[in-house]
């Protein structure tokens, strides 16, 4: 299965997760060790041939039951495997840990027989207890239910009847059943955690994993090194060393590319996208995205114990003002000229990639731009404007706000231009505050507005799951997996439906219907949804896959074929020449071939599920 790979989306990892850095704790040194006599390799050498990735986003954890950012997850789709996987051509579910699945008739029961030629990294065998401890340490435990809770959140029990048999049995029907998007661990392993709070899974190396890769070595803000495991059931990766190296600076990337000291940078600017297209030796991937770029606002920080915190601004609690913001914002001018044209306009909450899901406002719903009418909503709400010309709120003080902006990401910062001009003309001030790290504030709620982003897989339910009540943090001194403390009755009913409805169709509506509902509450603003532009060398990675496999991203994707299915160029099948030159070779070959003649999707064919948080 060879292609030639057009433009397509890769996922820019720059949204962020409101999960605070956790230091490593509650384990002994014994209870990590892997296999022994296992070294990784010294930074900056190896012993063969090297793929390496620039990334621009700090981990956030190594541990499956914590990490909520783009980069960590797509690490963790390396390390471990999941129970099922996504076709690569149009994501509809393989298998993957499980061989098989099937429902019972009132599809309360759910059955995967777990496959055979799956094992650890230490050379035990993964089993369908692994599984099932998995879930239920997710299920009783509220620490370990941070980064994925809402897949088991309806679990009623989880069993292994014998090493390859795993039933799950639910409350109420659940439509995720084959897109539970949840790294399954080895229970020998972590059982001996104490703390799943505070545990980063980041002090002892080799990890025990038994997905493609093995994650060999960490460093904060420089890098994570990987190796293939050889003994992966769908075949070892062909470069002998994987590393995700850290750059704080993307023209800093692009430069290392260049030289050669990195293979591929993802999340191109449209100017260094249009100068490397020049390069010899560099291919340039430029696609429809999975992700969107947002405007969140601060609905007002708040725990599920009903406590209130942070420092958001009181008049963002007013609709009215969030409608008229909206009203001030022309989403197609950010489209031509932050964006330079490699976006599309922000409508709905799901990209239009994903189709039975995207939603627009019909015309009589729609916020488009217009400056007049967003002062003339100030001005019926009470937002009077001072005889310098600046708007007043219910407080007589000038109304004045501030943006959390991420300080490597250029697209942030243009924007927030064009905000302060269009709200400045309504009398609004904008304070621009461009962090490293915006995760500490935005857990905190001191913030008021935030560029947000998320990366959305072909099964909506986690990106949505994110602005439902019960992931707020059960007191303002834990972590929940809320992205912006939206807590939205309405909102949560509609999440509750399509949760349980089977009928694709009726799922659908009941997803465009929150999308509208959540465009409405005017808490999230979806600016864009931006190209993927990412770029690798030709004379180093002679091969590779793209998802979706006619004209796909090659970061940050619902699967690990990308990294998995790299070939280095010297080892490029055919005459010698760089074949990738004109065009982007890819290739999934015969393992997934074969995979896809099994077949084995009963019942339901759901699309994927929501894996690529940030």
């Not at 063969?48 to 914590?66: E, H, I, K, R, W």
């Not at 690490?75 to 699945?101: C, F, M, Q, S």
Request: glycine content about 8%; some cysteine; hydrophobic content about 40%.
């Amino acid at each position: 299965m060879v292609t030639k790979v057009p433009p397509r989306p890769a996922a820019v990892p720059r949204a962020r997760r409101p999960l605070r850095l956790l230091l490593a704790a509650g384990v002994t040194a014994a209870a990590l060790t892997a296999v022994p006599g296992t070294a990784a390799a010294e930074d900056g050498k190896s012993g063969g041939s090297t793929l390496t990735v620039a990334v621009s986003q700090s981990v956030d954890s190594l541990s499956p039951f914590l990490a909520q950012k783009l980069v960590s997850t797509s690490i963790h789709r390396l390390a471990y495997e999941y129970l099922t996987n996504y076709d690569v051509k149009d994501a509809h579910p393989v298998p993957g840990l499980a061989t098989e699945w099937k429902s019972s008739p009132d599809k309360l029961t759910w059955t995967y027989t777990i496959r055979k030629d799956s094992f650890w990294s230490d050379g035990r065998q993964a089993t369908a207890e692994d599984a099932a401890w998995t879930f239920n340490k997710m299920m009783t435990d509220p620490d370990a239910a941070t980064a994925n809770g809402s897949f088991t959140a309806n679990f009623k029990k989880v069993s292994a009847p014998d090493p390859q048999t795993l039933v799950i049995e639910l409350k109420q029907p659940q439509a995720t059943m084959t897109a539970l998007d949840v790294p399954i661990v080895p229970k020998h392993v972590w059982e001996k955690v104490s703390d799943f709070s505070k545990f980063n899974n980041d002090r002892q190396f080799p990890i025990v994993g038994n997905g493609p890769f093995i994650i060999t070595d960490f460093k904060v803000d420089q890098y994570i090194k990987l190796k293939p495991n050889k003994k992966f059931w769908r075949g070892a990766p062909k470069f002998d060393e994987l590393v995700f190296k850290y750059y704080k600076d993307g023209d800093a990337a692009v430069a290392a590319l260049q030289k050669g000291e990195v293979s591929f940078v993802p999340n191109l600017t449209p100017a260094q996208a249009a100068a490397l297209k020049t390069q010899k030796n560099i291919r340039v991937n430029d696609a429809p995205g999975r992700r969107f770029y947002a405007l969140a606002t601060n609905p007002g920080a708040r725990a599920k114990d009903g406590k209130t915190f942070g420092n958001g601004h009181k008049a963002l609690l007013d609709p009215e003002v969030r409608k008229a913001l909206f009203l001030a914002v022309d989403r197609t001018t950010l489209v031509d000229k932050v964006f330079q044209n490699h976006a599309v306009e922000g409508e709905g909450y799901i990209p239009p990639r994903f189709g039975s899901y995207f939603w627009k406002p019909s015309d009589t719903q729609k916020r488009a731009y217009d400056p007049a009418k967003a002062a003339q909503v100030l001005d019926a709400a009470g937002y009077r404007t001072n005889a310098e010309g600046k708007r007043l709120g219910k407080d007589g003080k000038p109304l004045e706000f501030r943006i959390l902006c991420h300080a490597t990401d250029p697209n942030d910062k243009a924007s927030a231009k064009y905000l302060q001009e269009w709200w400045g003309k309504l009398g609004i001030g904008l304070k621009v505050e461009c962090l490293d790290s915006v995760s500490d504030p935005w857990a905190k709620g001191d913030y008021d507005l935030a560029f947000d982003g998320w990366s959305v897989n072909p099964d909506p339910d986690y990106v949505l799951s994110i602005h439902t009540c019960g992931t707020l943090p059960a007191t303002p001194k834990d972590t929940g997996a809320t992205d912006n403390f939206i807590c939205d009755p309405q909102f949560d009913a509609l999440y509750a439906q399509q949760a349980v409805e089977y009928d694709a169709a009726k799922r659908a509506d009941l997803v465009k219907r929150m999308q509208s509902r959540l465009y409405d509450t005017g808490y999230m603003n979806v600016l864009a949804y931006p190209n993927a532009l990412e770029a690798y060398r030709t004379d180093r990675i002679g091969s590779i896959t793209t998802m979706p496999e006619a004209a796909g991203n090659l970061w940050g994707q619902d699967g690990y074929w990308s990294w998995w299915s790299a070939t280095p160029a010297a080892k490029t099948a055919g005459d010698g020449s760089e074949s990738s030159s004109t065009g982007v070779v890819i290739g999934i070959g015969a393992a997934v071939v074969v995979v896809l003649g099994a077949g084995i999707v009963l019942g339901l064919r759901r699309r994927s599920t929501a894996d690529d948080r940030e």
